[in-house]
């Protein structure tokens, strides 16, 4: 037999998959764990992407990606985030995924620490792996709402950091760092000369006024940060797999040669989709937005009545992240449900250990669906207050 490489071998495994294994043995479930929303694309999108295939547009484009969608990319930076760069700074990806992979390997070598949030995405553990660097966490605390704090941060550097990670609004918290917040790790990474990766693909997904702010908008922080973005989340466009890296220039050239040998291009007709979505017209990310707060407000209400959970309102993203510490330990709460329930939800320990005594929801789901959830955690929860 073949013997499969150690750094295989010993990529963690995610939680979030664990979960929906489970669940496969159950009937009549409820998949509150998947965070996919379940819009289709857009009209305008969809057509794009069909006039592409019949225009032919099916060869290579350049590594970089298509001037056309560069060119809108660095306009949308300009428009929408206040970073104002050249297209030759941008990277056209496969998704946000491959945007963080390729700038952990473009900024990192073997050995080196890279500073993540703590609950977070858990590919970040397993990118920072695949690199050969070793993972440090800062904690994301209920008492700050969730929100990165330079003090957390500064706490953790060691002369080995080499980058961190910043994503905002955040997976699975649904917290939002400020502005002030940010300024505040901006002079960090600048005393510190610190690489920073700010993934934000969640930054249309706002509630309650929340502001979304790229620190690569910040004065000075355009040599540092690695801004990454993705048409997954805000174009419900998950499958066509378009993100972009926007970085400082000189890095950037030099971190192409990673997309260059591991897959030459995203494939063309999705980035004249992703010029589609970028470009075109933008209510439909509205009208998604409207029944995520919607949503947002029903399991908010839901789970603040149940007894034990008490649930932080999220101000970005679409997951909400409730305290369930008075019920139990993250992942047994999270089987029970599943098992008495037929509820999937992601245990919070899943997003690091400082998400234990919480659970992530999805609310990237119809409302009925929410309804009937939270029906089924009143009957279980009640019961269970009963019996105490
Ligand atoms: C925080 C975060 N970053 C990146 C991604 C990956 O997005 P993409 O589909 O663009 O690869 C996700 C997807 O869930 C995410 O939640």
Not at 81 to 93: K, M
Not at 231 to 240: D, I
Not at 350 to 355: D, K, L, M, S, V
């Amino acid at each position: 037999m073949i013997r499969v490489s150690k750094r295989c071998e010993t990529r963690p495994s995610s939680g979030i998959r664990k979960m929906g294994t489970m669940a496969a043995g159950y009937a009549n479930v409820l998949n509150l764990g998947i965070g996919e929303p379940d819009f289709n694309i857009g009209s305008n999108v969809a057509e794009a992407l069909k006039k592409a295939v019949d225009a032919g547009q099916n060869k290579y484009t350049p590594t970089t990606g298509l001037p056309e969608l560069r060119a809108v990319v660095a306009r949308k930076l300009k428009r929408e985030n206040g970073i104002d760069c050249e297209a030759d700074s941008i990277l056209i990806t496969h998704g946000a995924s491959e945007a963080i992979q390729t700038a952990i390997l473009g900024t990192t070598d073997v050995g080196d620490e890279v500073l993540l949030p703590d609950p977070s995405w858990p590919n970040y553990q397993g990118q920072v792996h695949m690199a050969g660097c070793k993972s440090s966490f800062y904690p994301l605390l209920e008492k700050d709402k969730f929100h990165a704090r330079a003090e957390q941060i500064e706490k953790r550097l060691t002369p080995q950091t080499r980058l961190l990670i910043l994503n905002s609004p955040s997976n699975p918290t649904g917290g939002v760092t400020t502005r002030k917040e940010l300024l505040e790790i901006a002079e960090l990474v600048k005393q510190r000369n610190l690489a920073v990766i700010s993934d934000e693909p969640y930054e249309k997904l706002l509630y309650d006024g929340a502001e979304h702010v790229s620190i690569g908008s910040l004065p000075g922080m355009q040599d540092y940060v690695f801004t990454v973005n993705t048409c997954s989340k805000t174009y419900a466009m998950t499958g066509l797999r378009v993100g972009y890296l926007q970085g400082p220039k000189e890095a950037m050239a030099a971190i192409v040669k990673i997309q260059e040998g591991a897959s030459s291009c995203v494939n063309a007709p999705a980035q004249w989709a992703a010029i589609e979505a970028f470009e075109g017209p933008q209510g439909y990310v509205a009208e998604m937005l409207s029944q995520y707060a919607i949503r947002r407000g029903i399991l908010l209400d839901g789970l603040n009545a149940l007894p034990g959970v008490n649930c932080l309102a999220p101000e970005g993203a679409f997951y909400v992240f409730p305290n369930i510490s008075k019920l139990g330990r993250s992942q047994q709460v999270a089987e029970d449900w599943l098992k008495r329930a037929q509820l999937v939800t992601i245990p919070g320990n899943a997003f690091g250990e400082a998400g234990e005594g919480f659970l992530r929801i999805c609310f990237a789901v119809g409302e009925a669906t929410l309804k009937e959830a939270l029906s089924r955690l009143a009957s279980i929860l009640t019961e269970l207050k009963q019996r105490a």
